[in-house]
């Protein structure tokens, strides 16, 4: 019952006590490029050296990290505690605890809008979207807006007109008019529809349908799907190939991560014999690496893109899921890809 949640001061007291008792892990890694892992099941990160490959410490978090993103100025990478009712913000290249913001409510999925305006939080169990303006510095609420069941992911038009979120109950995605905070419309487009993706040129909306084995083209301005993409069982997540035609998606149940060219629609290969649940993925700097968190597995996985292999197992907590290092490529390329 979220009657039993402590107080927002209570809960910051006891959240600075834990990660007191962590500083010292956090300061034997001060200098390295970390890797930086949410455990969710343990209410932990763990940092990873990015050279050597090895766990240099973990550190306490509030309950459910889920996901994790940098602010715009890469100054802090915010931990969003869903249960916990907060976020927490770290030091993006090493991990190292920066401060708190109490009394966000239920924050599962989080993003700032490309315009850098407005900060959205999806609340998982509450059923709702929080949209809050955003200064520079901190966020102030601007509006709660019931969804419907389990709103989960987060993109955006490249205008910052418009938020697409993913409904995983109701098999919908929903369009929210950021200057008024409403709703556009609701669209059906599959079974637990999760990861939602923009194609360059903001022409189609590509949606993994973790309740099936593809990914959904949406032409979202005329609100119908038009295509679908055969990929792999639990389609989920994507992460940009930084390449302007490629993004690749997570398939969590068969254990494989799809390219899928951006262009001409199609699923253009498939890297397989990986560990159970790959779901969130990170891509370094020089687009050589990628890396996953195997949900499912206590595990964080490097895969060497060229002969398209995992590489190397590196044992985390439990449930891994977002995963975030400072020296990676950029999320999209220069064309809006």
């Known amino acids: 019952m979220r009657s039993t949640?402590?107080?927002g001061r209570v809960r910051a007291v006891a959240a600075r006590a834990a990660i007191a008792a962590g500083a010292a892990l956090v300061a034997t890694a001060a200098f390295a490029n970390n890797v930086i892992v949410l455990n969710s099941a343990e209410a932990t990160l763990s940092l990873i050296d990015?050279?050597?490959?090895?766990?240099?410490?973990?550190?306490?978090?509030?309950?459910?990290p889920h996901h994790l993103m940098p602010t715009p100025d890469n100054s802090s990478l915010i931990v969003a505690n869903s249960v916990s009712y907060n976020l927490m913000f770290v030091d993006p290249k090493t991990g190292a605890f920066q401060r708190w913001v109490q009394d966000i409510e239920d924050p599962y999925q989080i993003g700032f809008?490309?315009?850098?305006?407005?900060?959205?939080?999806?609340?998982?169990?509450?059923?709702?979207?929080?949209i809050y303006s955003y200064d520079g510095k901190n966020v102030t609420l601007a509006k709660r807006l019931p969804l419907g069941k389990m709103p989960s992911h987060?993109?955006?038009s490249n205008d910052s007109k418009t938020v697409f979120i993913s409904l995983q109950v109701s098999g919908e995605i929903a369009a929210i008019d950021l200057a008024t905070q409403t709703l556009k419309w609701k669209m059906k487009v599959g079974e637990v529809p999760a990861g939602?993706?923009?194609?360059?040129?903001?022409?189609?909306l590509l949606v993994g349908m973790t309740g099936a084995d593809y990914?959904?083209?949406?032409?979202?301005?005329?609100?119908?799907?038009?295509?679908?993409?055969?990929?792999?069982?639990?389609?989920?997540?994507?992460?940009s190939m930084v390449d302007g035609k490629h993004v690749l998606v997570s398939n969590r149940v068969a254990n494989t991560i799809s390219i899928i060219d951006e262009d001409l629609l199609t699923n253009v290969g498939n890297i397989t014999g990986l560990l159970p649940g790959p779901d969130d993925m990170e891509l370094s700097a020089d687009k050589k690496y990628l890396w996953v968190t195997f949900r499912f597995a206590k595990h964080?996985?490097?895969?060497?893109?060229?002969?398209?292999?995992?590489i190397q197992t590196i044992k985390v907590g439990r449930s891994p899921h977002g995963i975030y290092?400072?020296?990676?490529?950029?999320?999209?390329?220069p064309n809006g890809a």
């Open 5 to 7: 949640f402590l107080s």
């Open 50 to 64: 990015e050279n050597t490959h090895q766990v240099v410490g973990t550190v306490p978090t509030g309950k459910e």
């Open 113 to 130: 809008s490309p315009d850098r305006k407005w900060f959205v939080s999806t609340g998982l169990r509450l059923d709702r979207l929080d």
């Open 154 to 156: 987060i993109a955006y």
């Open 196 to 204: 939602v993706w923009m194609t360059p040129g903001d022409k189609y």
């Open 215 to 239: 990914v959904a083209v949406v032409d979202w301005r005329n609100q119908k799907v038009v295509k679908t993409i055969p990929t792999g069982k639990g389609a989920h997540n994507f992460r």
């Open 300 to 310: 964080v996985g490097v895969i060497d893109l060229a002969d398209r292999k995992l």
């Open 325 to 333: 290092f400072l020296n990676r490529a950029p999320v999209t390329a």
